[in-house]
């Protein structure tokens, strides 16, 4: 994988991520250049949720509205059976289908729109354990470029504290 390409970057391309090593470490633009397009993937997840978010919400709102019209539904239901009792037996038996045929679209727009509910839900919980994977790969990521620092930093001083013992020993060294 290169750094240009333009797809997300997957948990398993952190993982597998392999910089360049140059002459004191990794290749510091290459390091950038991950690093942004992780970001963008964290960012870009987190866009995810926040739609599926709003997705939520306005699947809510659809079903409290479906449940107030059932609600208005079994009052219509009450009122025209009330006047049902007025009416001949052609128009009672009529009314009768049209409230059922009413009740039947309400409670399959319930059930679809619980479904859809449920769809979404799982969609974000799915998006959530993604985005705690992205986390705990990019904090071992992040726990290992400090080990390498470390290792940097060992050997630096080591190779500063032996350069140091061999001008001490060049000027202790006596004059022939």
Do not use: C, W
């Amino acid at each position: 994988m290169t750094m240009g390409d333009a797809m997300r970057i997957t948990p398993l391309d952190i993982q597998q991520m392999v910089f360049k090593v140059t002459m004191r470490g990794y290749d510091k633009e290459e390091v950038n250049r991950f690093l942004e397009e992780l970001a963008q993937t964290v960012e870009t997840l987190n866009r995810d949720n926040a739609v599926q978010r709003e997705k939520i919400i306005f699947l809510e709102q659809q079903l409290a509205e479906l449940k107030r019209a059932e609600a208005t539904l079994s009052n219509t239901l009450m009122s025209a059976q009330s006047l049902a009792e007025d009416v001949k037996r052609n128009a009672h038996r009529e009314a009768d289908l049209v409230i059922k045929e009413a009740e039947l679209k309400a409670g399959e727009l319930i059930h679809q729109a619980r479904v859809e509910l449920t769809e979404t839900q799982r969609d974000i919980s799915s998006l959530q354990k993604q985005r705690l994977l992205m986390i705990e790969r990019l904090r071992a990521s992040l726990r290992m470029f400090e080990r390498l620092f470390e290792v940097e930093e060992r050997e630096a001083l080591h190779d500063a504290a032996a350069a140091s013992e061999e001008k001490l020993e060049g000027e202790s060294s006596p004059a022939l």
